[in-house]
């Protein structure tokens, strides 16, 4: 019986829990929609599949906890969807936004009425947020419609698994009648089974029939068959899964009639390597999409966290005393983040810093201020203390500082203003602690997975991958952000194999774009 949804609880309530059933894509982040995205900065809790890969989990907020659900779990008892409900209406029903990411669209092949069903029954507000389901990804990542109006009137989604469950569950001779597309989930395994039954319906034997595995993901690749040769193609070419298959005449081979189109992504100078990015997670963090761009595929395993300050009191008292500083400098975009949450948390905006100057260290951090309304009026050249030191040898003495920065870190900048007769004053935004140890479904994730580089962005992220991956590192290559970071790497015996020009991601990822070049065999 349909429940009466308009009696539950707005899903906009904001201090209720509430779930989200939120659509991943494909798996490339750029094929989330904003709402998706909102909902997963939104989110306290975030249940996803183990299908849903690294770099669309990256999204959600920092402080979000991530639970993983095995998306074919069949052990234990009932449903495993309706297991999975009710642990989200029990998270929910502690007041927490909970966001249920499933790969692709939530409502296709994605058992959502099982778990929404008990969520409903705990009278928990629900809101369906829908995804780029496979087929469609699949079709635009071979470039064919899924209609056409020519031939394919219709568009079937089917499980090529239940062929092997339940024959009766899928009627093949309605399916092979139909002038129409069918998009087949779960149908690699099976590919034997539903060609051969389509076949013996009456569908043609060239029927053209095009493969996508791991669409949109850095190792994607894309073949041609058809319907009489699939079986055997696909068999030989080993195509992993997750992968969809569309048959109908829009999958029509845009050359030849059998594997001979493979059009990967897997382009660019880091095309198949995986990068281990080794920085916590921050909502702006752009060194996962560069190595994604340059068509690596890169694996967050943060080895430092970042944590409030011991004592939230010098922070405070200097934003409170900001309009009597000549200078504000920024050492990171945590310390901003930090600095700009305390000023609105007390009820102050941008006008309390009355004629301060704001001085962003880098990129990264003139970006966090201009994200959150400021100008910043002097960045360095130089991307590191002494650029600030000199970029100010002009101000006039003595002037006022205040230092935003970490718990840690070098004070050389402080030394150096001092030195030159300035007054300076140093708040803590945020401590950054080391990772004590790693979970075990990282570990396995490395295990299993080559990894190919390890990017090291500063000392103590050098000193807390020392620690954790141990000799590990000496099968890695190693990209090291800065001089001083790779001074620190050499502390502990460990030679980088590339050092950034500058230190900013996006000179990261070109020494190691770079050093690939230079390493690529040489065209057969
Ligand atoms: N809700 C998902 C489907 C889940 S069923 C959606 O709407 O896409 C799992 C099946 O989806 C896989 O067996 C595969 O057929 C397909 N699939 C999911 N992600 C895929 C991907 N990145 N590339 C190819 N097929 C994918």
Redesign the pocket.
Known sequence: MPRDRSASPSAYHDHHGKVLFV?A???DPGLLTVRALDCLRLADVVVY?T?VPADVLDMAAPAAARLAVP?DGREGNGDPGEATGRLLARLAAEGRTVVRL?????????RLSEEMGPVWEAGIPVEIIP????????AAAAGIPLTSRASASSLTIL???EAADKPEGIDFRQLASLPGTLA?????EQVERWSSELLSAGKPADTPVTI??????SD?RIAVSTLARCAADFERNNWP?????IVGEVAQPVVGASIALDRGRDRGPLAGRRVLNTRPRGPRDDLDSLVRAAGGRSLRVPVIRIQPPESWQPLDDAIRQADTFDWIVFASANGVRSFVDRLRGAGLDGRSLGTARLIAIGPATREALEHAGFTCDLTPTLFRSEGITAALARAPTPSRFLLVRANRGRDLMRRELEARGHVVREVTAYSSEPVESLDTATVAVIDQMPVDWITITSSLIAESAIRLFGSQIGRWRVASLSPITSATLRQHGIEPTVEAAAAAAESLVAAMADWEIAHAPPPA
Do not use: E, N
């Open positions: 659509g894509g494909p798996g599949d299908l998306r499933k790969g692709g669209d939530p409502a296709v092949f994605g995804g780029v389901t496979a087929a469609a990804a699949a499980t090529g698994h087949i989930y779960m149908g690699v996508v595995s791991h669409c949109s993901w994607q899964s997750p992968a969809v298959v």
